[in-house]
C-alpha cells in the first residue's frame, strides 16, 4: 500500500550538511503525517522531526531546532530532511515514518506511525 525509501545518508564531517530524502510510493492522503526518527547504538529511538503532508505544522526534537528543517514535494510525494551544522551525537539511523490514518497523533510516538522506511546511515566524524 505505501512504502518509504530513504536515501541521502553517508559519512560527513562536524559541521557539514547532509539532505535525507523519504520518497513515498502507492496509495497516499493529504492527511499524512511524515517524520524522522534516529537511532544510534545502545540509544532509545528518538523523535527528530515531522510535518503534516497538507499543513503547515512542523515538529522538532529540541536537539535539531535551527540546524534541521524537514520540507516536502507534494509532486514527488518526497519528504526531506536538511541536516546543517552536523554534530557527531547526530550519528545514527535514520528512519522515514509515515502515517496515512487522519487522527490526532503524538508525532514524537513511534507507535503513532504504521510505516517504517528501511533507515539510511548518517556518520558524522569529529
Not at 47 to 54: D, I, L, N, Q
Amino acid at each position: 500500500q505505501v512504502q518509504l525509501v530513504e536515501s541521502g545518508g553517508g559519512l560527513v564531517q562536524a559541521g557539514g550538511s547532509l539532505r535525507l530524502s523519504c520518497a513515498a510510493s502507492g496509495r497516499t492522503f493529504s492527511s499524512y503525517v511524515m517524520g524522522w526518527f534516529r537511532q544510534a547504538p545502545g540509544n532509545e529511538r528518538e523523535f527528530v522531526a515531522a510535518e503534516h503532508w497538507s499543513g503547515s505544522s512542523t515538529y522538532y526534537t529540541d536537539s535539531v531546532k535551527g540546524r534541521f528543517t524537514i520540507s516536502r514535494d507534494n509532486a514527488k510525494n518526497t519528504v526531506y530532511l536538511q541536516m546543517n551544522s552536523l554534530k557527531p551525537e547526530d550519528t545514527a539511523v535514520y528512519y522515514c515514518v509515515a502515517q496515512d490514518d487522519p487522527q490526532v497523533m503524538d508525532v514524537t510516538d513511534p507507535d503513532d506511525y504504521d510505516y517504517w522506511g528501511q533507515g539510511t546511515q548518517v556518520t558524522v566524524s569529529s
